[in-house]
């Protein structure tokens, strides 16, 4: 399954990024509290997000009674980060890590540089 | 911030009764699940335990409701959830486990868990939000390609 795809589209929308950060701060949101987080877009505008973000899995309904509520599911992005993201991460981390090292070093080398001539 | 419930779904390219074995039997959960195993086979209305792999305790409570997933019904396994494995966490009352396992088509199956009744207990919400991430792809990747998470990724799980 390419759920990946999906993912990405779902996420590549200002207005759905928003949607997921306030389910982030949160959970559990009716339609109605989530269109009063989000008086810039329409109710329309929320429920048709809303679905695109359900088809990605990212977000997952449940009903109480007559509420439906509203919760933001983290299994995709952990599965995207984990197929995409910490491959070229970890590269990135590790030139950062031996940036920071040397920088250390070279202040340090710098410090006692001065103590010496002191 | 809703201290109520975490809601999570993920699909897998499994049979319904697969996953059903997965979650409810300790031959599989031993091997995706942090090493955990039920002491007993758990059963509807009794309680259970599960421990470590060192034989510590880890989780108890009462298997409140165990139907297997049917071609007309959904599988459905609901816990409620005592935690043992940290001293501060095992403090805060029982809250509540619900697997609901289900055909999705295309060879597919919808495993929904839902970690409710957490109102009282801050310290369980905060410490099981991440975990049960790491616990379904870790499960979805041993019945898809027979081998769990590497281990690296479930310590950084639990470090972040």
Not at chain 1, 25 to 49: I, W, Y
Not at chain 1, 84 to 96: H, Q
Not at chain 2, 61 to 73: F, K, N
Not at chain 2, 83 to 112: F, I, K, M, Q
Request: with cysteine; net charge negative.
């Amino acid at each position: 399954m390419e759920q990946g795809g999906e993912v990405f589209r779902a996420l590549a929308d200002p207005s759905r990024r928003a949607l997921l950060d306030s389910l982030f701060s949160r959970d559990g949101q009716t339609l109605n509290e989530l269109c009063a987080e989000l008086p810039g877009m329409t109710r329309f505008g929320v429920m048709k997000h809303l679905s695109v973000l359900a088809e990605a899995n990212l977000v997952v309904t449940t009903r109480y009674g007559r509420t439906k509520r509203h919760y933001l599911n983290p299994v995709p992005i952990e599965q995207v980060a984990n197929r995409w993201i910490s491959k070229y991460a970890a590269r990135f981390t590790a030139a950062l890590v031996a940036l920071d090292e040397q920088v250390a070093l070279d202040h340090e080398t710098r410090t006692s540089g001065r103590a010496e001539s002191a | 911030m809703s201290l109520n419930a975490h809601v999570y779904q993920i699909y897998i390219a499994a049979t319904p009764e697969q996953v059903w074995s997965a979650i409810t039997e300790s031959e599989w959960t031993r091997r995706y699940f942090h090493n955990v195993e039920f002491v007993e086979p758990p059963r509807q209305g009794r309680p259970y335990r599960t421990v470590t792999a060192d034989g510590r305790a880890a989780v108890d409570g009462i298997t409140e409701e165990m139907q297997p997933p049917t071609d007309r019904s959904p599988g459905r396994f609901v816990q409620t959830w005592h935690t043992l494995y940290d001293p501060e966490l095992a403090h805060e009352p029982p809250s509540r486990v619900e697997w609901t396992v289900e055909n999705a088509g295309d060879g597919l199956t919808r495993v929904r868990l839902v970690h409710g009744n957490l109102e009282n207990s801050p310290l369980t919400w905060e410490n099981v939000k991440d975990g049960w991430v790491w616990i379904l792809n870790s499960m979805k990747t041993l019945l898809e390609t027979g081998q769990p998470l590497p281990r690296v990724r479930e310590d950084e799980a639990v470090s972040s």
